[in-house]
């Protein structure tokens, strides 16, 4: 769906090494070459595109100035990294983006020593950058951190926390504030970039060196006034005195887009004795593509595309996304009780609430990228008597985990935890997958832990979230569409640990929790063919267990298999505890568990990832055969 555009200053640079070696002059026609193979690449591919056109002629500026890879360039989240990538060796594979085997979506140390830190997450760059800076400062070695942060990320109190802790890196450490909402910066021109190369420039802070040193000799209340006066004159022309109050030395703000501006404010900050600095820079998410800069939130994360008409791939139309029944459900039931209100992480769409901000305004909060302030919010809400849902994705969730611990659980208030992405998650991989929830939440007291195994059950069970008033609880599904199930007209709070038979056979009890049920039952099918009579149990429910129903199951069948889309730890870590506590497997009762392998899955078609883990149907099928020495003339051996 995108043709190969003509590259030919593009096609002479496989490395920065190369990009160095070009005149400033030809440092535009290489940013236009690199925005459109970027934007053919993902037409290709899908993925991440927005953010990674807004940061072109900074992946260009900032491999030109700096020394890179000894210079450590850290990437905020990654998913900006696509320029960066095909500069940077990888070119000949960028068309393998997020596809098995190919191209991580993000930036991945094991993939080119120009990854120096691996990110998916928010707001961890500047950390990480330091640690490189004071590593390099400690050794006595060249080279300098230097993260790139958007503003978005920069609402985490994370990146505050490791700049208060920054003066110690000196020059070393470089943090570009990529601000491409405008939501810091006011709009910029030829005044604001003439004064940053001023402030920037050796001559500028040779001097003011000079005067910090006569200012020491002075009385100290002389000294305090010597930096207000100069901290405040910058401060009205230029902003930036939160960032020089953290200890850095503030540049900017300057177009990001314009390399004019750009190459001589990062040299200057380059050869600065200065340090830390934070240089500001205002870019436009989706620059250059015109579908993508009138539409920045569609052009965020894309299908293939056509490069043309920008007209993205449409799935074939089936059921309903997960996010959206949920959304949807929340919605419908707040309209009736205001206690309702319903809490994101800057993931409105992702998690299905925009539809909820939209009818209840007042009631929505997305706090930004602050998962722990999320749930210490939910926590004051629940404590005054409100209904709150927490909606995280999995993987975002483990950022808040003390406080799920320390302000929800020990308290036992009632917060409802609607976390999206449980499971594998296809071509976002290993940084995005949710494969610990169950095994994190579970094993804390007084914890409610679900799972649904379709959209009808995920309605049922918001409605149980909603009802359960006496202590914090969780249901938890994937990324993507539900079954196909007709959904229910008036959802019902489900019993608290209590499962549901929906096969019944007297040999092969399968105990699945959340959406491998249907593989579970495809399974059943295989096994019934071969004459083994199967049960199959939807549990519902991780904690509490349905002690009663597994109880039965385990002692009135010869084999018992656990199935879940989770780490170790989680539902068959429970059931073996239960059956050992109890002494169930006294009698030679064979039980297997069945989760997700201890390894970080990388990126791949989701049915290749459940074949890899071996949570497919086949793989049902082949623990149980195995678990009974099933031989090929259809007959169990003896044990």
């Not at 750009?262 to 250059?288: Q, S």
């Not at 039965?552 to 018992?560: F, G, K």
Request: hydrophobic share 40%.
């Amino acid at each position: 769906m995108a043709e190969t555009p003509n590259t030919p200053l593009l096609d002479t640079v496989d490395t920065p090494t190369d990009l160095r070696r070009l005149k400033p002059e030809q440092l535009r026609q290489l940013a236009d070459e690199l925005r459109q193979e970027t934007i053919s690449a993902v037409g290709t591919t899908g993925g991440h595109l927005g953010s990674g056109l807004g940061v072109v002629e900074l992946t260009v500026a900032i491999h030109y100035v700096f020394d890179t890879p000894n210079d450590r360039l850290i990437w905020d989240v990654g998913h900006q990294c696509y320029p960066h990538k095909i500069l940077t060796g990888r070119r000949d594979r960028i068309r393998t983006l997020r596809q098995g085997g190919g191209l991580s979506g993000f930036t991945k140390r094991s993939e080119s020593e120009y990854d120096p830190f691996g990110a998916a997450h928010s707001s961890t760059s500047i950390s990480a950058a330091l640690g490189f800076a004071t590593a390099s400062k400690l050794a006595g070695t060249p080279g300098k951190g230097i993260a790139v942060i958007g503003d978005g990320a920069m609402s985490a109190g994370m990146a505050y926390e490791a700049m208060n802790n920054a003066e110690t890196a000196g020059n070393r450490l470089v943090v570009i504030l990529n601000d491409n909402d405008m939501s810091i910066a006011p709009p910029v021109g030829g005044l604001s970039a003439y004064l940053s190369r001023m402030v920037s420039s050796r001559e500028f802070l040779g001097v003011r060196e000079v005067m910090k040193r006569v200012a020491k000799r002075l009385p100290r209340r002389f000294q305090s006034a010597a930096r207000k006066t100069d901290e405040y004159a910058r401060g009205m022309t230029m902003g930036g005195t939160l960032f020089e109050e953290l200890g850095f030395y503030y540049v900017g703000p300057i177009d990001g887009h314009n390399l004019d501006h750009l190459i001589p404010v990062l040299e200057n900050v380059r050869d600065a004795a200065e340090g830390p600095i934070l240089v500001h820079v205002v870019t436009k998410k989706g620059k250059g593509y015109a579908p993508a800069e009138n539409a920045a939130d569609k052009y965020h994360g894309v299908q293939k595309f056509d490069v043309i008409t920008g007209a993205q791939a449409k799935a074939p139309p089936g059921p309903p996304a997960y996010q959206n029944v949920f959304g949807e459900a929340l919605t419908k039931a707040a309209a009736s009780d205001d206690r309702i209100c319903a809490i994101t992480a800057a993931m409105p769409s992702g998690t299905g609430l925009d539809k909820f901000a939209s009818a209840h305004p007042d009631r929505f909060f997305d706090v930004g990228i602050a998962e722990q302030h999320a749930v210490t919010f939910a926590a004051g809400l629940a404590a005054q008597g409100m209904r709150p849902f927490c909606a995280i994705y999995s993987t975002f969730l483990q950022r808040a985990y003390d406080q799920v611990v320390h302000d929800v659980a020990i308290q036992n208030l009632p917060v409802r935890f609607a976390i999206d992405r449980a499971g594998l998650v296809g071509a976002d991989g290993a940084t995005h997958a949710g494969s610990f929830d169950v095994t994190y939440l579970a094993t804390l007291p007084n914890f409610v832990v679900m799972a649904a195994a379709d959209e009808a059950e995920l309605v049922h069970m918001v409605q149980t979230c909603i009802e359960h008033d006496s202590g914090p609880i969780a249901v938890r599904y994937p990324r993507g569409n539900g079954t196909g199930v007709a959904l229910p007209e008036e959802p019902v709070a489900l019993e608290i640990g209590k499962g549901r038979v929906v096969r019944e056979g007297k040999k092969v009890a399968i105990l699945s929790l959340g959406t491998r049920l249907t593989e579970a039952l495809k399974a059943a099918d295989t096994l019934e063919a071969k004459g083994l009579s199967t049960t199959v149990a939807d549990l519902r429910f991780a904690k509490p267990l349905d002690e009663a129903l597994i109880r039965r199951l385990l002692t009135s069948h010869e084999v018992a298999v656990t199935i879940e889309e989770n780490a170790i730890g989680g539902l068959g870590a429970h059931v073996l505890t239960m059956a050992s506590d109890e002494g169930l497997t006294d009698s030679g009762l064979r039980i297997r568990t069945m989760r997700l392998p201890d390894l970080f899955q990388d990126q791949d078609k989701p049915e290749v990832q459940y074949a890899e883990a071996r949570l497919d149907a086949e793989a049902i099928v082949d623990t149980v055969l195995k678990a009974l020495r099933y031989n090929e003339a259809g007959v169990v051996a003896r044990a």
